[in-house]
């Protein structure tokens, strides 16, 4: 079912929804015991044609408005749910709310985001619901799908789906993907291959000549976005590079690498976001190994409880409260026609912030 919270947050308000199983049947709420209604249902009760009841659906233009009345009242008191949504430009007035689809809101990353995005929807007059899928790809376009007819946009925040997905979500309804790349659909993403080259040259600097990359999770394009700068800066500058997978993307997703990483140590590491990053460091503190006399670790993101540890996380800094107002404006200009267009693709800079999670390389083992 859908369980939905109402949430005040920093003065203005947002509707959140966090997907779970129903006891009783499919996720949305609908019960394995209740018969799916069609569309020739509600054209038999309608007592018109199974073409006009469509055309009422994806083409309204092409029927009479009393047409498109009426089936609407036969199909809402059937409970009729369209498969076919009617593309944006069918459609005859704004439901005035945004849903924005997040992978996982235990990522504090992303309420930053929220409240960007949200503020300036507020500014004209939406709403946004937020959906937390949880890292599912299966529940985030069933969702998607499930909501497309009752919103006036989607927003994909790092999205798990297939790009082929997302772009057949956006031919019925206004989308843009944040932190992704999806060809043909506007996206807001983050572009740190100079923070991230930053870094390594520091780590560089203080000896550090091989590092290990903490992986994100599987499907995170911005997870091949960080390991392909890092390892196109390394191999400018002459650092060595491994890769080391991830299980989770939070702090669990840190301790459970340690193990794997002490196999093969290196002097430093480059975690995929901060929580990783933190997650690592305790464990390695908790097993009698010191940071960053020990190993040196950097994160990506930027949140505050980097800053906040011990030691502070040096990290690769990005601001997500920018980055969900431009994921706001991409839309904002689209439905309102306010503004002008800021092009397919939006890049958000990052910026790297040296902490005392890194030190000069071990002279033992120093690579």
Same mark, same amino acid.
């Given at each position: ?14 509707? /959140? ?148 997905? #997302? ?62 700068? /890092? ?24 301790? /459970? ?18 929580? /990783?990053? #933190? ?78 999670? #890194? ?9």
């Amino acid at each position: 079912m859908f369980v939905v919270f109402f949430a005040v947050s920093r003065g203005y308000a947002h509707t /959140m929804v966090r997907m779970k199983d129903s006891e009783n049947g499919q996720v949305g709420g609908r019960s394995a015991r209740v018969p799916r209604v069609r569309l020739k249902d509600v054209a038999e009760a309608a007592g018109l044609s199974l073409t006009t009841v469509s055309r009422a659906f994806s083409r309204p233009g092409r029927v009479s408005e009393h047409t498109v009345r009426y089936v609407h009242e036969v199909a809402n008191r059937l409970g009729y749910i369209p498969d076919q949504i009617a593309p944006v430009e069918d459609r005859r007035t704004l439901h005035s709310v945004i849903a924005v689809l997040v992978a996982n809101l235990d990522n504090p990353v992303f309420v930053d985001m929220l409240h960007g995005l949200d503020r300036r929807f507020a500014e004209y007059g939406f709403v946004t619901s937020v959906v937390d899928f949880q890292e599912d790809p299966v529940r985030e376009m069933e969702v998607a799908e499930r909501l497309a007819p009752f919103v006036d946009a989607l927003i994909f925040a790092s999205p798990r789906t297939s790009s082929t997905s #997302i772009r057949k979500i956006a031919q019925v309804v206004p989308t843009v993907a944040v932190d992704r790349v999806v060809r043909g659909v506007p996206s807001v993403v983050v572009d740190d291959r100079a923070a991230t080259a930053d870094a390594m040259e520091q780590l560089l600097r203080l000896g550090h000549g091989k590092v290990t990359y903490l992986s994100g999770p599987e499907g995170s394009w911005q997870d091949g976005y960080r390991w392909n700068s /890092m390892h196109l800066a390394g191999r400018r500058i002459g650092m060595t590079m491994r890769r080391l997978p991830g299980e989770s993307f939070v702090r669990d997703g840190g301790r /459970m690498a340690v193990d794997e990483f002490l196999r093969t140590p290196t002097t430093a590491l480059i975690a995929y976001d901060d929580l /990783m990053a #933190i997650g690592f460091m305790e464990e390695m503190r908790a097993r009698g190994y010191a940071v960053p006399e020990r190993c040196s670790v950097v994160g990506f993101d930027g949140i505050v409880q980097g800053a906040e540890c011990a030691p502070a996380l040096s990290t690769i800094a990005i601001d997500y409260h920018k980055l969900g107002e431009a994921a706001a404006n991409h839309l904002i200009t689209r439905l309102l026609h306010v503004g002008e267009s800021a092009g397919p693709i939006v890049h958000m800079p990052a910026k790297f912030i040296p902490r005392a999670s #890194i030190a000069p390389a071990p002279p033992i083992l120093k690579s």
